[in-house]
């Protein structure tokens, strides 16, 4: 399937369904932060607690085999070097050694749609059970049958009924669940992969390497905190309070002794555009000196890290594989890089090309 | 100074005082995240990654010298022996191992005022060179002439001006710059020393035990985030990304190729009472095992604590020595312990008796 050849119909229909993936991720209950004593550690919180990051000890061996030998991968290795050889006149201390990374397109793919708006939909039709009233009623109606010229037609008030009519009452505890229960089950409607299988091991290999440089690694995404958090600790070996994402407002709830936080129906941060910087003064508090992104909507990030006093790496990934993942840029209804590919080119950003700088995009192409 | 005798004027001032701190770190530019090369590391990170925390390899000696032998501190070795032990029935996974510290009378002291309320005052007098037209006009003349009667008088509104006018415009490197300045520089006026000389070292020895032994430590305070961070990483080894309080809303400006944000006069997050257990679920995504506070504002955040289905330790700090340093709990102005110490005892939580428990207050003492 090309999206570069969407229909207008299709077209118009996908930037509705982003609203919706938007106002899903903000209606719903608050992820429960709970991790049961069984769950794997954060890989990333032990590698960077293990690893001595000297240049001395620095551990031989490619750290990026993923990437074909190439200019992005010999800037990377060669900044990450830079930076962290004491002596350097670019040594950069370690607390000052922060990478952010777009979610969506960056770390794992984002085409037909945004996975969290597969999510949202299933969530309805996995609902449905309960509700043998929306078989008759729109805009629940158009959900169930798949009918989504007639979702469309609902407008954003149609959806925003479904996402206040699916999730009102849930309770944290609940959500956390179905979010675990969904990403470990539910395969892509293409690859026919799971959606957690279809990350990018090149950019793993990204996080694992700065990790073990000292990086402290953050994931500043226009997806939902609370959609991510569940699963893209173990994912990317990223710890939860290092993923910034959208968010609605909550509220606490003592709840006779038994504390639960409540999601109210009000936006309280897009973390898109403009909103990065702003999500990651707030949730970071310190300027990046490694930004990867790769559409417009990671276009500030970049600049605010390429406004850092210390040396800095701005990374785009521009997805130019149609055979193995997709193909689309300027022109696309999800991930559009446009004004992002003009900047990065006139700033010498660094720009991976899938086809030719990944040897290979998926863990299990391996 | 005996904060238990103060008049009812001085009260009603407290009161109206604390609506200006928050006002004030509501409305300040946002604080510049970018750390100079020259800047000291944050210890927190540095101690987290060169510790290794098995039980084996648990360092010998005392943990808390500064902590008196007794139950309280028996308690905290017994838990962290216990969380930490292999193969132990209560043993926490590192990643879950979060530990959560008000700022304010829980790790510095916060009378006879919140120090950030200092700070404002402060601030407003070294910008009245520039503005002399203050000197006759009110609510400014009421603050450079100390007259807090007068300023009571002006009220919310008269309030609101002293911070529109003082702050609108600031850059995010000059707001950064002037609290680092304050910090290195102002001194508290009963105790005549640095604000940042006023934390406590028993609480000190706390976090950096918790980190030796792979906690995460986040302070998670009603004060201002953008007021904290610049040198409570220094200060305490809390790395500013571990640092959750209140703040203003903010904006992107990409202003002409030198990005700055600029804080929005509107209220983002109050990071107090019921908005603690929020933005632990906002910032950090994880319930804690360990929380700290001193005071009812810290209730919620100590039950949303107790409420982790894995073993959890709650700890009041009990400001009893007035010699040392202050003495009040149920009907002090600031700090009030009434709710929290009947909740403390209910659920026998833990009690630091400053007086009896702590060696020492500050680490001048030692």
Same mark, same amino acid.
């Given at each position: 399937m090309s999206t570069q050849h969407l229909s207008d119909q299709n077209k118009r229909l996908s930037i509705a369904l982003l609203t919706i993936i938007l106002l899903a991720a903000l209606t719903l209950i608050a992820g429960s932060s709970c991790k049961s004593p069984g769950e794997k550690p954060a890989a990333g919180e032990n590698s960077a607690a293990t690893s001595d990051t000297t240049a001395a000890a620095r551990p031989s061996g490619d750290p990026l085999p993923s990437w074909n030998e190439?200019?992005?991968?010999?800037?990377?290795? =060669? !900044?990450?070097?830079?930076? $962290?050889? $004491? +002596?350097?006149?670019?040594?950069?201390?370690?607390?000052?050694?922060?990478?952010t990374f =777009?979610?969506? +397109?960056?770390?794992?793919?984002?085409?037909? @749609?945004?996975?969290?708006? !597969?999510?949202? @939909?299933?969530?309805v039709k996995a609902l449905s059970a309960k509700h043998p009233e929306w078989k008759k009623k729109q805009p629940f109606k158009a959900v169930i049958e798949n009918n989504?010229?007639? @979702?469309?037609?609902?407008g954003e008030k149609g959806l925003l009924q479904v996402i206040a009519a699916t999730h009102a009452g849930m309770t944290s505890d609940e959500f956390n669940t179905i979010i675990t229960q969904w990403i470990d089950t539910a395969k892509h409607p293409i690859k026919k992969k799971l959606y957690k299988e279809l990350i990018f091991q090149p950019m793993l290999e990204l996080?694992?390497? @700065?990790?073990?440089?000292?990086?402290? $690694?953050?994931?500043?995404?226009?997806? +939902?905190?609370? !959609?991510?958090?569940?699963?893209?600790? $173990?994912?990317?070996?990223?710890?939860?309070?290092q993923i910034v994402g959208s968010s609605g407002k909550s509220v606490y709830d003592y709840n006779n002794g038994n504390p639960v936080i409540r999601k109210l129906p009000e936006v309280d941060f897009i973390d898109d555009k403009a909103g990065k910087p702003v999500g990651i003064e707030k949730f970071i508090g310190r300027k990046p000196v490694i930004a990867c992104g790769n559409s417009d909507g990671d276009l500030q990030m970049l600049q605010?890290?390429?406004?850092?006093?210390l040396k800095n790496l701005e990374l785009y990934v521009h997805h130019t594989d149609s055979v193995r993942e997709w193909a689309y840029d300027r022109k696309s209804h999800i991930g559009t890089f446009d004004k992002g590919w003009d900047e990065a080119i006139a700033k010498k950003w660094l720009i991976a090309d899938m086809k030719n700088d990944w040897k290979v995009i998926y863990p299990f192409d391996k």
């Open positions: 190439g200019t992005v991968k010999k800037s990377i290795i =060669d !900044f990450v070097n830079s930076i $962290t050889t $004491t +002596g350097s006149p670019d040594f950069i201390q370690p607390p000052d050694r922060i990478a =777009d979610n969506d +397109g960056t770390l794992w793919s984002e085409q037909p @749609l945004y996975f969290q708006f !597969f999510y949202a @939909l299933d969530q989504m010229g007639e @979702l469309m037609k609902q996080v694992r390497y @700065l990790q073990a440089n000292q990086f402290k $690694t953050f994931i500043v995404s226009g997806g +939902g905190i609370d !959609f991510m958090r569940p699963w893209a600790e $173990t994912a990317y070996g990223i710890p939860k309070d605010w890290t390429a406004s850092n006093k």
